[in-house]
């Protein structure tokens, strides 16, 4: 096997096994890292992927041009603030209302509204707490070829 199927199945791991990572330095690994980006902000630019084998599938390359963005987007449905007016609590349209979009394309359009001149290729999952899920999107400069 190659370096790019080692990473992959360290991920793959953790989306099986409930997010616990065998290899016990690549859990306290990610345990930091987690760390860190809840205390950072929800989009934040980063020099390099964390998953090199996700973003070489979507053809990353270290050159200029390709741009990855870490977004972190809130888990769960809409939360909507309980209506003033009076009317019946089945008709107060609180609960169950869920976003028609994935949690993974919001990420991708929060991505698009702060990096305005760059396109989005692609997007994958990276990690997920119970508060937050986080993804890398993948972006290229729309001036380079």
Known sequence: M????????????LRKKLKKPENS?????????KKQWRKGDSIVRSEKPQRIDRARSY??????GFVIVRARVRKGGMRKSRPI??????RMGVR?????????????????RKFINLEVL???????DGLYKWFEVFMKGKSHS
Not at 59 to 64: I, N, T, W
Not at 85 to 90: M, Y
Not at 122 to 128: F, H, K, M, N, P
């Open 2 to 13: 190659g370096y790019y199927k080692y990473v992959g199945d360290l991920y793959r791991g």
């Open 25 to 33: 330095d690549f859990r306290s690994l990610i345990i930091e890292r």
């Open 59 to 64: 053809g990353y390359k270290a050159k200029q």
């Open 85 to 90: 007016g009076g009317r019946k609590p089945k």
């Open 96 to 112: 169950k209302i869920t976003p028609s979009k994935s949690i993974q394309r919001i990420a991708e359009e929060r991505a698009q």
């Open 122 to 128: 692609g997007s994958y999952w990276l990690w997920e």
